[in-house]
């Protein structure tokens, strides 16, 4: 195992889209055990994509399961071809990612979703899931078709008066992603 | 060593202000740094770090006239690379009165809070203003702590939300 190199932007990769894995083999399996090697190597990341590291398939890992305040989670999870079938509530939270180093922005991403996606072994997987791990995954399946989370950044007033409006409809005091 | 300023406009509000400055800072070779440009009020601020030699006030006194902006700049030492991310978000309304933003930021302050980022507007009716402040910032103390430093503002009638900034990286 070893930490792969990360590109970090302007790389114009970053952008490039990703191909679905067709083939799970060992060197599949291999290969994920570096990405995961490489997402905790540096700044504590809740995910990575494959396209981070430069490969450009649809492959990626997600484990939230280590937050400060505990948030709802499934653990440590490899997605591979992920495909979200359900998207419900929007929710704006801070983001940053290994590939924009030293920049945090906010993003507006679905409260709820339902996911399939295929294990390293090649076995169909669904989830459902929201808040903080709901985030994580949208924020890695938009590095599979070459998009940041810079690409969706909003504005901090954005936030104050929809976050407001959220709150007032819920009932909800306090409630943070 | 980078040479850099703190400039600062200001100006009524009109289309063209951020093009018409940058460009001409732009054919002076000076290097724009962070920066922050925003309507208040019906003004236009902006106050932004650049960098690169000569006379700021010179170079930028045509568009200053054009614009009718006025200018102030201060020297710095400009640290880029260095952001800290907040951790902790206070949200903030009422009707608007004297003495919010103190008292708020007061208890914060003393609970060992540092504010990275505050922005604050004056909605409502013009009979009937609002206070919106949204603040963002970082404190080693935790949220429940901040929570007890606002509750005596919150006893008062203040609508003050602390909540956890959890920052997702991925």
Redesign the interface.
Known sequence: MAALEILTIPDERLKQESLAVERFDDELRSFIADLEETRQHG???????APQVGRFQRIVI?DVSN???P?PNHGYMVLVNPEITHWDGYEI??????SVP???GNVIRATHIRLKAQNPDGETLEYEMEG?EA??VQ??IDHLDGMLFIDRVVS??T??FQ??VY?KGKGK????? | MTNWNMLTLVGEDRPGIVAGVTDALYRRQWNLGEASMIRLGGNFTIMMMVSGDGDLYAELKQVAVDMKLRIHVDPIVGMLHQHVAPNIQVRVAGADRAGIVAQVTGALAEAGFNILELESDVAGLRDKPVYIMNIQGYSEAPVESLRDAVAPLVAQGMDVDVSPIETMVG
């Open positions: 700044p504590a990341a809740v995910g990575i994509a997600v937050t400060r305040k948030v939270g801070r983001e940053g990612c290994l030293d920049y945090t903080f985030r994580a924020h890695e901090r007033r936030d104050l976050r407001k709150q005091k306090g409630k943070s992603n």
